[in-house]
């Protein structure tokens, strides 16, 4: 058993991407984005999520085009 949520969070991020029409490849870039912020945390559910944050890192993940195409749809209340 996996107690961190990080699948659950994987799968959030990757159906979040897919019903946005984004494509399988950019819905698992934003599964797996949002699978790094659970697993670099202690506890299931201590993250904040901020959409300038989450996009920048995006970019610096997966280039600046992938971030455009997210950008457009991560809707999070500013730090």
């Known amino acids: 058993m996996e107690p961190t949520g990080v699948g659950d969070a994987f799968r959030a991020g990757f159906l979040a991407a897919l019903e946005w029409g ?9 599964g797996c984005l949002l699978a790094v912020y659970v697993v670099e ?3 299931t559910q201590e993250y904040v999520l901020h959409q300038e944050a989450f996009v920048r890192r995006c970019a610096e993940t997966y280039g600046e085009q992938a971030a455009a195409e997210v950008a457009a ?6 730090p």
Do not use: M, N
């Open 41 to 43: 945390r202690i506890g």
């Open 73 to 78: 749809h991560v809707k999070t209340p500013r």
């Open 22 to 30: 984004l494509s399988l490849e950019r819905a698992a870039q934003v």
